[in-house]
C-alpha cells in the first residue's frame, strides 16, 4: 500500500485548504517521461474515476489507478523543505534506479 507522513499530510491538507474549489483529496500516478522512463504525477482530485483504489487519510482521499498502484505500492511520500526548495519525495521500493535530481524512475 501507499503511506504518506506527517509532514506530507499536513501539506496535503493545507493545499486543498487554500484552494478556491472544492477537493475531496489527492490523485497519485505514474505516467511515462522523465530521463529514467517513469514520473510520478500527484495533483487535487474531487472524485474517484473509474477503477481507481481510494485510500482514506486523516481527512482526504487520496486516488490511485489500478495501473499506478502496481508501481507504487510500498512507497512511502513524504514533504521535504531545504534550501534548493521544497516538494514531495517518493521513496518507492519498486524502482530499480533513479535520475539523479530524484523525480523519475526506471522499475
Not at 487519510?57 to 523543505?81: C, H, M, P, Q, R
Amino acid at each position: 500500500m501507499l503511506t504518506l507522513t506527517e509532514k506530507a499530510v499536513g501539506k496535503v491538507k493545507e493545499v486543498i485548504a487554500e484552494q478556491p474549489e472544492s477537493y475531496s483529496g489527492i490523485r497519485i500516478a505514474v505516467v511515462g517521461g522523465g530521463c529514467s522512463g517513469f514520473q510520478y504525477a500527484m495533483n487535487l482530485e474531487k472524485d474517484a474515476q473509474g477503477d481507481d483504489k481510494v485510500i482514506e487519510i486523516d481527512g482526504f482521499k487520496v486516488f490511485v489507478d489500478n495501473a499506478s498502484l502496481n508501481y507504487l505500492s510500498g512507497t512511502e511520500i513524504d514533504y521535504v523543505e531545504t534550501v534548493q526548495g521544497a516538494g514531495f519525495t517518493f521513496k518507492n521500493p519498486n524502482a530499480k534506479s533513479t535520475c539523479g535530481c530524484g523525480e523519475s524512475f526506471h522499475a
